[in-house]
T-cell receptor, first 112, second 116 residues
Framework: DAKTTQPTSMDCAEGRAANLPCNHS???????VYWYRQIHSQGPQYIIH???NNETNEMASLIITEDRKSSTLILPHATLRDTAVYYC?????????????FGAGTRPFVKA | NAGVTQTPKFRILKIGQSMTLQCTQD?????MYWYRQDPGMGLKLIYY???????DKGEVPNGYNVSRSTTEDFPLRLELAAPSQTSVYFC???????????????FGPGTRLLVL
């Protein structure tokens, strides 16, 4: 599986969009990009995934570059409730997730 | 659906004691997983199961055992607790369908284990 690189932390303004980057330069053609978040002391929660098209759901938007070497998770209106660790993962689909690697992730600091 | 449930929520063990962490899911998921998470670190896969009667080792299986007698339950056994096993343990499951959603893992609330 492709390795991902994320900043350890980043500052975000409350009420503004938070853009969380992820680099996956070794991604292969059949690997999807998945995002999870983990609020303190809770289990990780699935947010969104995509292959090459941009995706949006009620929680966030996922923008994948045309070459698929990087992506950005967008939280449209960051609030203090979005304080969590965000994990970017690339996986070949339909292989059961048993080799999913959750790294250190990104912790956005939402400031009023 | 209750999703993925774990018991107990918190436990203190003495070195050398044993215990079983329980995990149950009611979503009819084939795949189930056990992870551990040390403070400030990411999750590490301990064991996983692709269905009843089938289990396999993950990244950090030493000191643990699992069984999968039913689709719903996936208990994790610690035989001789050691301080290095102090951690938060998460159980997860993922759907059986042959789509990208299979990679969507649903996590339980975790069990906090302290070994003294």
């Amino acid at each position: 599986d492709a390795k991902t690189t994320q900043p350890t932390s980043m500052d975000c303004a409350e009420g503004r969009a938070a853009n969380l980057p992820c680099n996956h330069s070794t991604i292969s053609g059949n690997e999807y990009v998945y995002w999870y978040r983990q609020i303190h002391s809770q289990g990780p929660q699935y947010i969104i995934h995509g292959l090459k098209n941009n995706e949006t759901n009620e929680m966030a938007s996922l923008i994948i570059t045309e070459d698929r070497k990087s992506s950005t998770l967008i939280l449209p209106h960051a609030t203090l409730r979005d304080t969590a660790v965000y994990y970017c993962i690339v996986r070949v689909a339909d292989t059961g997730g048993f080799k999913t690697i959750f790294g250190a992730g990104t912790r956005p600091f939402v400031k009023a | 659906n209750a999703g993925v449930t774990q018991t107990p929520k918190f436990r203190i063990l003495k070195i050398g004691q044993s215990m079983t962490l329980q995990c149950t899911q009611d979503m009819n998921h084939n795949y189930m997983y056990w992870y551990r998470q040390d403070p400030g670190m990411g999750l590490k896969l301990i064991y996983y199961s692709v269905g009843a009667g089938i289990t396999d080792k993950g990244e950090v299986p030493n000191g643990y055992n699992v069984s999968r007698s039913t689709t719903e339950d996936f208990p994790l056994r610690l035989e001789l607790a050691a301080p290095s096993q102090t951690s938060v343990y998460f159980c997860a499951s993922s759907p059986p369908s042959g789509t990208p959603e299979r990679e969507t893992q649903y996590f339980g609330p975790g069990t906090r284990l302290l070994v003294l």
